[in-house]
């Protein structure tokens, strides 16, 4: 059982990334995904959640990301726009546990699986 996140990269700020989270050994439907990235000497936070359709976003990127779920080739999309050099950091996918208070997806906590993470670096 096995995530990985891809497609980082250096950009310049107000540029843009898509990462894509994909997974071997299982299959991601069914699960709610969570972005999740750690910059140097920070702890790690959450950016990004999708659960049964549901979409959730931590403030500092609210309007710039965009989660969502390509059921065809089983795999999640990270779309990052307006990148700033406070994005700067390395990007996980991972299972997450999904918080709703009735309908509405509050936030995502890290659940059981875990991928290798990818390097975000803005800089001009």
């Known amino acids: 059982v096995q995530l990985q996140a891809f497609g980082g990269g250096l950009v310049q700020p107000g540029g843009s990334l898509r990462l894509s989270c994909t997974a071997s050994?299982?299959?991601?439907?069914?699960?709610?995904i969570g972005w999740f990235r750690q910059a140097p000497g920070k702890e790690r936070e959450g950016v990004a959640c999708?659960?049964?359709?549901?979409?959730w976003y931590v403030e500092s990127v609210k309007g710039r990301f965009s989660v969502s779920r390509d059921n065809v080739q089983s795999t999640i999309i990270l779309q990052m726009n307006s990148l700033k050099s406070e994005d700067t950091a390395i990007y996980h996918c991972a299972t997450a546990r999904a918080f709703y208070s009735g309908p509405y997806l509050l936030r995502c906590s890290g659940g059981d699986y875990w991928g290798q993470g990818t390097q975000v670096t803005v800089s001009s």
């Open positions: 999708i659960s049964r359709g549901n979409t």
């Open positions: 050994g299982f299959s991601l439907d069914g699960y709610a």
